[in-house]
């Protein structure tokens, strides 16, 4: 069979990557793929000193590799919105397939992406988006086909893990583990979409598209970043049992799909707990197969390149059949317009609270009257002594109950003349099918 013919459009961290395991692992590649993968053309702004192009036609234009009626494939690696919506639909109107790795692409653009390739026949491919190396969007679509799925939950973010599990290690703060990240190149010298929850915002929305079927919202995401985090909640929930995590989470209800991206102590016998460092991964409970763990590296050169190479395989093997029976883009052949996602305010979980209240008697009493008057018991409760004077910190773990029973609990506790400053509030997670 011919080669398939590949335009890399973003030479740098992944598209060296991608580059660089395309050449090494060629033969490898040409047997799963049934045909030879053979990089034609690069657009690039910089040449990465990593790769060696001599043999590759190079320019800095993008768009003419869209041009260009020899090439199949345009991988999209540029990152970003605008210029990369333009490539993509200009390389879906050629006839050309499309593989990326640009999740926030995806997540705001998808719907009209994928209505674009659906007319025109073409395959668009988006592995890479979302966790890096670890195959989570081939396993849910086709791995696990057979499933109802109840729930995902995930640790997608390596920059937001990495930050929580050293204050954890190191006993540190938010904002020296954060400059620590920065020099490791691990976070953004503006680290806004990692530790504010918008790129896990992203993957979580495509996630729960292919989950359950139903058109990516990521406007409708609920998300919480980690930036108010302190090293004392997570000395407690350590206490307590837990571990502080970054969570994206999507839940099917009888009401409708959970979206939401926040802190979450989890229990430390959990897996999902023990996930540290710069690593990632993925839960899904099926009604079938119960239980599934996805982990492994989240970002990074190659992991992501094996990620977008296997989008490519599987391009390769698509362009032989029709379009009506290839797998669909976001895995079910329609989509499920009857599940709305659910305001926060209407989700039920567990919550810790850690507030600093005067040291006199009667004050415990008037907390736990205001937890009852809205029909929240608690879990448990820790006050300790403290040098800070008459200020003691309480802790408490409640049982499940809403957002919006919760909001206003925060709202009256605040108002107490006995109780300095705001209440520190984490949700809650078993992680059981619920």
């Known amino acids: 069979m011919k080669p398939v013919k590949i335009a890399i459009c973003g030479l740098g961290t992944v598209g060296g990557g991608v580059f660089n395991v395309l050449q090494r692992n060629a033969s490898e590649i040409a047997r799963r793929a049934g045909r030879p993968l053979v990089v034609e053309q690069v657009a690039t702004r910089h040449v990465n000193p990593d790769c060696d192009t001599s043999s590759v036609y190079v320019s800095d234009d993008i768009f003419a590799a869209v041009a260009n009626p020899e090439i199949d494939v345009i991988v999209e690696l540029i990152g970003g919105y605008e210029v990369a919506y333009d490539l993509v639909m200009q390389a879906i109107a050629a006839g050309?397939?499309?593989?990326?790795?640009?999740?926030?692409?995806i997540a705001v653009h998808g719907n009209e992406i994928f209505q674009a390739a659906r007319e025109a026949g073409v395959v668009v491919a988006f592995e890479a988006g979302v966790a890096g190396g670890i195959p989570i969007i081939k396993s849910i679509r086709e791995g696990l086909t057979a499933n109802r799925i109840h729930w995902v939950a995930g640790i997608i973010n390596g920059t937001g893990n990495y930050i929580l599990s050293s204050m954890s290690e190191k006993g540190s703060d938010f904002n020296e583990v954060l400059a620590e990240a920065?020099?490791?190149?691990?976070?953004?010298?503006?680290?806004?979409?990692?530790?504010?929850?918008?790129?896990?915002?992203?993957?979580?929305?495509?996630?729960?598209?292919?989950?359950?079927?139903?058109?990516?919202?990521?406007?409708?995401?609920?998300?919480?970043?980690?930036?108010?985090?302190?090293?004392?909640?997570?000395?407690q929930a350590d206490a307590l049992g837990y571990a502080i995590k970054h969570l994206g989470i999507t839940r099917r209800t009888e009401q409708g799909l959970e979206l939401r991206v926040h802190p979450t102590l989890i229990p430390k016998q959990r897996l999902l707990a023990n996930v540290n460092g710069v690593k990632n991964a993925v839960m899904v409970y099926g009604d079938a197969v119960g239980s599934t763990l996805f982990y492994g590296s989240g970002a990074g050169a190659e992991p992501t390149a094996s990620a977008v190479i296997a989008d490519l395989v599987d391009v390769a093997r698509a362009m032989e059949t029709t379009p009506e029976s290839r797998v669909p883009y976001l895995a079910f052949a329609h989509q499920a317009?009857?599940?709305?996602?659910?305001?926060?305010?209407?989700?039920?979980?567990?919550?810790?609270?850690?507030?600093?209240a005067v040291d006199r008697p009667g004050v415990l009493a008037k907390v736990a009257t205001v937890l009852s008057d809205h029909g929240i018991s608690i879990e448990a409760i820790i006050q300790k002594d403290t040098s800070e004077g008459e200020l003691v910190p309480i802790i408490l773990m409640t049982h499940r109950t809403t957002e919006a029973a919760m909001n206003e609990v925060i709202r009256q506790l605040e108002s107490l003349s006995d109780i300095a400053g705001g209440v520190m509030r984490i949700r809650v997670e078993s992680l059981d099918d619920q």
């Open 337 to 356: 317009d009857d599940l709305p996602v659910l305001p926060m305010e209407d989700i039920e979980t567990a919550y810790y609270l850690r507030l600093l």
């Open 182 to 235: 920065q020099a490791l190149g691990y976070a953004e010298a503006d680290p806004t979409f990692d530790v504010e929850g918008i790129d896990a915002a992203h993957k979580l929305a495509i996630l729960s598209a292919i989950a359950f079927g139903v058109p990516l919202s990521f406007d409708k995401v609920y998300t919480e970043g980690i930036s108010r985090i302190e090293i004392e909640d997570i000395r």
């Open 96 to 105: 050309k397939h499309v593989v990326t790795a640009n999740k926030a692409l």
